[in-house]
Nanobody
Framework: QVQLVESGGGLVQAGGSLRLSCVAS????????MGWFRQAPGKVREFVAR????????YYAASVEGRFAISRDNAKNEVYLQMNSLKPEDTATYYC????????????????WGPGTQVTVSS
């Protein structure tokens, strides 16, 4: 099992920045990659960004490309999401996720989820 805990959410004005953190514990060595997802009220959960533990390669949703940056610290088992130029439509609960296999990783189908952290962007 892998446990994930997010932090860093909050209220920010449009155009501002936030940095989310996710700490992974448990059998983290069994995971292939990490990702961030978000869910706004009344909407389905959507993919935001992902990163491979091995080489740090990343991939982003088109809606956040160029504004958000995902990174990881292998030694600390931590993953981060730097969010810049935030917009009101970025308001959502953000979830950290871990995927055990390459197949599910590239399909954005995580095996483990954190409880989420709220990000609210005011206009």
């Amino acid at each position: 099992q892998v446990q994930l805990v997010e932090s860093g959410g909050g209220l920010v004005q449009a155009g501002g920045s936030l940095r989310l953190s996710c700490v992974a514990s448990g059998r983290t060595s069994s995971t292939y990659g990490m990702g961030w997802f978000r869910q706004a009220p009344g909407k389905v959960r959507e993919f935001v960004a992902r990163i491979k533990w091995s080489d740090g390669s990343t991939y982003y949703a088109a809606s956040v490309e160029g504004r958000f940056a995902i990174s990881r610290d292998n030694a600390k088992n931590e993953v981060y999401l730097q969010m810049n130029s935030l917009k009101p439509e970025d308001t959502a609960t953000y979830y950290c996720a871990a995927t055990a296999t390459a197949g599910y990783y590239y399909q954005n189908r995580p095996d483990y989820w954190g409880p989420g952290t709220q990000v609210t962007v005011s206009s």
